[in-house]
C-alpha cells in the first residue's frame, strides 16, 4: 500500500499522492464523487487535513498509518453509535405512496407551500421542487444527488415540456402532471435501483450527562481537550478557544462536530451567550475547565428539554476506478 502511494519511492506521501488515500475513504463514508457536491467536498478537504493538519506539506508513512487508524477507528465508533442503515430504492415504495391515500393530501399541501415561495415558477419548477420533498421513506432518493438528478429525476422531467409554462399553475394541474412525472421515475428505478445510506441520530443530552456524572472521565476528556490549546506566557487560555476545546469533547459526550448540525448549533451559541464565552478574556486552566464544564451542562438541560432528531441520506456510489487498494481486504500496510 505504502509503495502503491509512494509514486516518486521518496518515503513519503505528497498532497498528490495522498488524493487516492482520500477518494477511497470518501467512497467508504458513500460519498459522492470529489468535486460532484459542495456538501460532501468539505468532508473530503476535513479528511485530507487530518493527514496533513493543513499544510502542503509531505507526510511520512509512520504519521498515515496512526492518521489512517484513527480514521478507521472513528468510522468504526461511528457506526457503532449511529448505526446506517443500508436501502435499495426499487420505485415499489414510490409507487406505494402514488396510489396510496395520503398522496393528494400531501401534494396539495407541497403546491401550497412551493405557491406561497415562489408563485410564479412554471410547471416544471413545481415538480422538481415537489420531488425534492418526498423522502426515502416514500420512495425517492436524494433528489439533490447529482447522478440522481442527471439519471433519474431530469429524464422523468422531460414530460413538462410539452405545456404552457407561461400560464399559472393551478392545483390541479400540478398534482395531475407530478403523479405522472412520479410514475417515470418510479420507473426509472425499476430498471436502476438506488442504494442509500440512512442514518439517523437522536440529540438528547444523554451524552453529556453520562460524562458530567463521571468525574474521573470529565477530566480526562477536559485535560486532553486543553492539549492542544494555546497559552499566553502565563499559561492562561483564551475564551475564544472555548469552541476548540468543545469540539474536541464532542465525541465523548455525544456531540456533532461545531457545524454539522443546525439546530445543534443553536443550541450551543445559547449556551456560549450565557457563560460570555465570545468576550475574549483569559482564564487560568481550571476556569477554562469549569465554564467549558458550565457550557456542557446548559446543552445538556437544553436538549432534555427539546431533544433534537436528525437523518441523513446519502446515494451510496461505486468506488471510483482512480481510487487506490486502500479499504479493500487484500489491502496491506
Known sequence: MELELDRDRDGELSVKELQPAVADIGAALGLPAQGSSPDSD?????VLNEFTHGKQQKVSKTEFKEVLSDILLGMAAGLKRDPIVILRIDGEDLEEFINGPTFEPEMVASYSEIKSADGSGSLRDYIAKALAKLTVEQG?????????ISNIVEPALQSCTGHDLDKPVSQETFIEEFKKVAET????????????????????????K???SNKFEL???????????SKDRSGKLSKEYLRVALDAV???????????VEQMDKVVQDAFNLVNAEDGKLLKEDEFKKILTEILGSIM???????IS???NSVVHEPLASSSTLLQPSSEL
Open 210 to 212: 453520562r460524562l458530567l
Open 42 to 46: 468539505h468532508i473530503y478537504s476535513e
Open 140 to 148: 425517492m432518493p436524494p433528489s439533490s444527488d447529482p447522478w440522481v
Open 219 to 229: 477530566d480526562k476528556t477536559l485535560n486532553t481537550a486543553i492539549e492542544n490549546v
Open 301 to 307: 438541560l437544553q436538549l432534555e428539554g427539546n431533544p
Open 185 to 208: 421515475v418510479a420507473q426509472h428505478l425499476k430498471e436502476q435501483h438506488v442504494i442509500v445510506a440512512h442514518s439517523e441520530n437522536d440529540f438528547d443530552g444523554s451524552g453529556i
Open 250 to 260: 464532542g465525541p465523548t459526550a455525544g456531540l456533532p462536530p461545531l457545524g454539522a
Open 310 to 312: 436528525v437523518y441523513s
